[in-house]
């Protein structure tokens, strides 16, 4: 067969995979609209495991679709711990709040298993948080702080590995609840000094020492946004 033919038959071949693929990816809704929604576990840091509990922890996400299977978007961050009991401190009335609340970049990737209703979600995501804390000059012993401040605000970056385990609710798999798992790590450390802990707290003797590292887990809520052409597909 001369290298003519050969070449022809190849682009012949290549204009067909591309056509079929085409069709295949036109079927498909382009963007995905997440929400996780689940409980924070704080690891590092034993002043932020003993004075500090996680409430809840949000992350709403809108990617864009680049292949069949590999999501790009953005995605907002909201979290809020609560100090365990103010009867922790020598004043009663002291209770500190800490919220996250950020936002950045992701990709993601969904792996598909045998069973047409079920698929995990992988996603990394990385960008910056706003730690704030409120509350912090209540009951602060003014003579040892003679100008507490109320309202502390830290910058930071993240990083945010998760998996979702995608149960669809549709045979086109435009809706999925399931399940999330995630961990988070940010370099910004709490330390006693921040907070105001002296000597007479019973934190006085805690460790602050090592970042910011915690797990999420919770439920997830998944919506494919846009038209599906033709028959319905496999993502």
Not at 21 to 26: A, G, I, K, P
Not at 45 to 73: D, K
Not at 214 to 227: I, R
Request: hydrophobic share 40%.
């Amino acid at each position: 067969m001369s290298r003519l033919k050969v070449s022809v038959l190849w682009i012949h071949f290549m204009i067909l995979y591309n056509q079929a693929f085409m069709q295949t990816e036109s079927r498909m809704p382009r963007l995905l609209f997440n929400l996780d929604v689940s409980a924070p576990f704080m690891l590092t840091n034993r002043l932020q495991r003993e004075f500090l509990r996680g409430l809840i922890h949000t992350e709403p996400s809108l990617t864009f679709r680049l292949t069949e299977r590999l999501y790009s978007g953005i995605f907002l961050r909201y979290g809020v711990w609560q100090s365990f009991s103010p009867y922790n401190f020598k004043d009663a009335r002291r209770e500190v709040i800490m919220h996250h609340a950020g936002g950045g970049l992701s990709l993601a990737y969904l792996f598909k298993t045998g069973n047409n209703m079920i698929d995990f979600y992988t996603r990394l995501a990385g960008g910056y948080t706003q730690v704030i804390f409120t509350g912090v000059a209540a009951g602060v012993d003014t003579a040892v702080f003679p100008n507490p401040k109320n309202l502390i605000t830290r910058r930071t970056f993240s990083l945010n590995p998760s998996l979702t385990m995608m149960l669809y609710l549709d045979d086109e798999k435009r809706g999925a609840v399931g399940f999330n798992l995630g961990t988070h790590f940010m370099p910004f450390r709490l330390s006693r000094e921040l907070l105001y802990l002296n000597k007479n707290s019973d934190f006085s003797q805690t460790n602050d020492s090592g970042p910011t590292f915690f797990l999420t887990f919770g439920v997830s809520f998944s919506l494919k946004l846009g038209k599906i052409k033709g028959a319905a597909v496999s993502p």
